[in-house]
């Protein structure tokens, strides 16, 4: 069955450090979507991208953030300068139509030092 | 503010029960409301998305149905399993992006 993959499955880094985290959409989809889960809190919206541009994007989502689909096949999350509160899972997603059904990814740990 | 409510926080029961889990939200004009699965440390698993217009969907021993009007839904679990513990989120979508709930956290024992 289809899915979505994402790595590293965990990353470790220094605060101020930048950090790029890939995801591979399932083959079809055309929406892609960025979210994430401090440990013990609610999944945020991060970001949503569609035809190559960022469609929705949240408060959470600042010049620090990027999203990029480089080549037909990846998207990644880069994140400039990382900072302590950075630390979280960032889940990849994707969707074959607009406000259809999402799959996510296993999920991306990231920890800020 | 768009917000997603869940209620119970946690559950606990014995095999064999029926379940109800609830979901609110505060703004109704949504495109669609979906219930997803996360077990301890993994990804979300998609179980069923109802669009706005539709009143429930089934999948298996789940059904979940939707009051838009009154922002509510309901996630139905019959006959549960031990392999049914896991945390379920409920999401609700506004222009491109999910607002999730806090979860309820279910554990089914034997």
């Known amino acids: 069955e289809p899915e979505v993959t994402q790595t590293p499955s965990h990353q470790v880094t220094q605060m101020g450090q930048e950090v790029i985290l890939r995801c591979v959409p399932i083959?079809?989809?055309?929406?892609f979507y960025w979210y994430r889960q401090i440990l013990g809190q609610k999944v945020e919206f991060l970001v949503s991208f569609y035809n190559n541009e960022i469609s929705e994007k949240s408060e959470i989502f600042d010049d620090q953030f990027s999203v990029e689909r480089p080549d037909g096949s990846n998207f990644t999350l880069k994140i400039r300068s990382t900072k302590l509160e950075d630390s979280a899972m960032y889940f990849c997603?994707?969707?074959?139509?607009?406000?259809?059904?999402?799959?996510f990814g296993e999920g991306s740990r990231l920890t800020v030092l | 503010k768009q917000e997603v409510t869940q209620i119970p926080a946690a559950l606990s029961v014995p095999e064999g029960e029926n379940l109800v889990l609830n979901c609110s939200f505060t703004d109704s004009a949504i495109y669609n409301l979906q219930w997803f699965r996360q077990d301890p440390g993994k990804g979300l698993t998609s179980l069923l998305l109802?669009?706005?217009?539709?009143r429930e969907q089934t999948s298996g021993r789940l059904n979940a149905s939707l009051d838009k009007s009154s922002g509510r839904s309901t996630l139905y679990i019959a006959a549960s399993q031990p392999g049914d513990s896991a945390t379920y989120l409920c999401a609700v979508e506004y222009t491109d992006k999910l607002i999730f709930g806090t979860g309820t956290r279910l554990q089914v024992f034997p």
């Open positions: 997603a994707s969707s074959v139509e607009r406000s259809g059904e999402l799959f």
């Open positions: 109802i669009q706005s217009s539709q």
């Open positions: 083959s079809n989809h055309l929406y």
